[in-house]
């Protein structure tokens, strides 16, 4: 049995995976964590609306419940507060699985140091179709690199999302960096700005409740490929953390993906 605390539990990743994880016989939540401004009830049954987790406790700090879990699965949507977070849980020997967005350079490399504690898994995102985007994007990339393909990267979420560009599309930015040997990151256009030579373009689109979509698109002369994956319920997302939570119960101290629970 892999015994988990949710922090963001209130929010909507949280409540997706507090409900989702009644499906499972060996994954159990056993208590949430939010921001203080966000509980009503110190009953994360009552606070969640889910009756089937009545009794399980609801609180602001995450020391409190420590000691009753094996896994701390991190969607608060803060980055100082996940950052927090990672070093409180690694310090006590808890597995960590990370899918809160938007940090900088800085505050991944400061959770990184904390994977010499325990393990670590950081996702900008849990589905497992975006993992294989990930993939897909990397095999096309070297495949196309120096034979005269440019490539952008366009995405779409809801109009409430704080971070922009979103951290899936960042990290396909990423990979196709490093694969097609790009040096210009450009997020957004305005003006007179031909495009440039060695130049990838990340687009961010943002209204209404569009849970996810991320198309990379390799445009030749005369042809072109989209790669494609939409999201159409948060669940999968959902489902990724419990199955990363699952996976990072009793591993080694390490920095750890979702490649490695997909074994890509």
Not at 170 to 193: F, N, Y
């Amino acid at each position: 049995m892999t015994r988990a605390v949710v922090c963001g539990a209130l929010g909507r990743m949280g409540k997706a995976i507090l409900r989702l994880s009644l499906e499972y016989s060996d994954f159990q939540v056993v208590a949430g964590v939010e921001h203080p401004d966000c509980i009503r009830s110190p009953d994360l049954g009552t606070a969640s609306g889910i009756e089937e987790l009545k009794g399980l406790a609801l609180t602001s700090r995450l020391e409190e419940v420590l000691p009753l879990c094996d896994v701390v699965i991190e969607f608060s949507g803060n980055t100082t507060a996940a950052v927090s977070h990672a070093k409180l849980s690694a310090l006590a020997g808890k597995g960590v699985v990370i899918g809160t967005t938007g940090f900088s350079s800085q505050e991944v490399e400061e959770i990184k140091s904390y994977s010499e504690n325990a393990p670590i898994l950081l996702s900008p995102n849990m589905s497992l179709g975006v993992n294989l985007l990930f993939k897909l994007a990397e095999i096309a990339g070297r495949v196309l690199s120096k034979r005269g393909f440019d490539v952008e990267i366009l995405e779409l979420h809801h109009r409430f999302k704080k971070d922009a560009p979103s951290g899936t599309a960042l990290k396909l930015e990423e990979i196709l960096v490093q694969v097609m040997g790009l040096g210009r990151r450009v997020h957004g256009r305005d003006g007179i700005c031909p495009r440039q030579e060695g130049e990838i373009g990340t687009m961010a689109i943002r209204g209404g409740d569009v849970v996810g979509e991320h198309t990379v698109y390799f445009l030749g002369f005369g042809e072109r490929l989209e790669l494609t994956h939409r999201a159409t319920s948060r669940d999968i997302f959902a489902r990724g953390a419990i199955e990363a939570g699952r996976w990072i119960k009793g591993r080694e101290p390490g920095w750890y993906s979702m490649f490695d629970v997909l074994g890509l």
